[in-house]
């Protein structure tokens, strides 16, 4: 799932499970990552990371993915996600979440809107290190 929504925002992913269980176990562990499944068919998945907000003194949630199977969209299974989502960025401190789309993803910018986020115009960079 992870390898279709890269897919579908196109780029790649080239997280092995090794990475992937190491960054949600353990000591090291960073993120949070939740499955929702039907009769063993994986549906949809969000991962979450938290970091600090120097300007606001306090830590935020990042909601790292937030991905909905093709044939899942539109049937309110996202928006389930996105209230867990917000429920496990609250129990861990958070006081906001954040998140990005792709501009041209206009059926997930109808989705966040409709659930009640506001986007901020900012450019997003990356430096390869």
């Not at 176990?25 to 998945?45: D, K, M, P």
């Not at 901020?120 to 960079?125: E, G, L, S």
């Amino acid at each position: 799932m992870i390898r279709d929504h890269a897919n579908y925002e196109r780029n790649e992913a080239t997280i092995s499970r090794r990475g992937l269980l190491s960054l949600v176990t353990g000591e090291g562990a960073r993120a949070h990552i939740f499955v929702a499944s039907r009769q063993g068919e994986l549906l949809e998945y969000f991962s979450l990371t938290i970091d600090y907000s120097l300007w606001r003194d306090h830590i935020w949630a990042h909601l790292d993915c937030l991905y909905v199977t093709t044939n899942e969209r539109g049937k309110g299974v996202g928006a389930g996600l996105l209230a867990e989502a917000i429920a496990v960025a609250r129990r861990l401190g958070a006081d906001q979440l954040e998140w990005q789309t792709p501009e041209w993803n206009e059926r997930g910018v109808a989705f966040y809107l409709r659930e009640g986020a506001f986007s901020q115009v900012k450019m997003r960079f990356n430096i390869n290190l």
